[in-house]
């Protein structure tokens, strides 16, 4: 079963548009890290949440983690092509070994 | 830079065979981990070292064993392939306390 859910598990948006990928846990999240996978590839780092409440930004893409650490948000605004591919939040939960959600899967229309 | 490296790339393996898969890194990192990624099922950890000479079990660590016998590199086995062991496998390095994870481009293993 899934520590960590993903939603939605996948997402057409068009260009210029934002959009909000989800990651929820029932119990406390330590070190909450979002990434990027390209098919085929490895995963690329976007950011890392500790914090209840913190919220990160780079470029067009911004990560929150809320105040109980149980649910942390990727937004991208003004969506691209180069965003697509497929997300993936990963975290220490409980204090234990990392665990990552199943992934979405995002498309962007030109 | 390289950062961390899997060897092979690809491999096609009959049921029952055993084979070994490398992953190296170049960046000094204390902690090294052994994933395999299934479709619908992301990532899941099986085996992580936190140093040199150390290894600990993940969350699917049945039918694999590891080895860590220098810091830079991390070897994942498969002692009798099964079908079930046939998807993709990524290696991650990262330093000591809350840092990301740096991964390896994977290595797509089939057995027939």
């Known amino acids: 079963s899934q520590e960590l859910e993903q939603s939605p598990q996948s997402l057409i948006v068009q260009e210029g548009k934002n959009l909000t990928i989800n990651c929820t846990s029932s119990?406390?999240?330590?070190?909450l890290y979002w990434y990027k996978q390209k098919y085929g590839e490895g995963l690329i780092f976007l950011m890392m949440?500790?914090?209840?409440?913190e919220e990160k930004s780079h470029e067009k893409i911004t990560a929150k983690l809320d105040e109980k650490k149980q649910q942390s948000s990727l937004h991208i605004t003004a969506s691209q092509p180069s965003h697509a591919g497929i997300y993936l939040c990963?975290?220490?939960?409980?204090?234990?070994?990392?665990?990552f959600g199943a992934g979405t899967r995002l498309t962007v229309k030109p | 830079n390289a950062g961390v490296t899997q060897t092979p790339k690809f491999r096609v393996l009959k049921t029952g065979q055993s084979m070994t898969l490398l992953c190296a890194q170049d960046?000094?990192?204390?902690?090294m981990y052994w994933y395999r990624q299934d479709p619908g099922m992301g990532l899941r950890l099986i085996h992580y070292s936190v140093g040199e000479g150390t290894t600990a079990k993940g969350e699917v660590p049945d039918g694999y064993n590891v080895s860590r016998l220098k810091k830079q590199n991390f070897l994942l086995g498969l002692e009798s392939a099964a079908p079930s062991q046939t998807s993709v496998y990524f290696c991650?390095?990262?330093?000591?306390?809350?840092?990301?994870?740096?991964f390896g481009d994977g290595t797509r293993l089939s057995i027939l």
């Open positions: 949440l500790q914090k209840g409440g």
């Open positions: 991650a390095s990262s330093g000591q306390g809350w840092q990301p994870q740096h």
């Open positions: 119990k406390t999240l330590y070190g």
């Open positions: 990963g975290a220490d939960i409980d204090g234990n070994d990392m665990r």
């Open positions: 960046m000094n990192h204390e902690y």
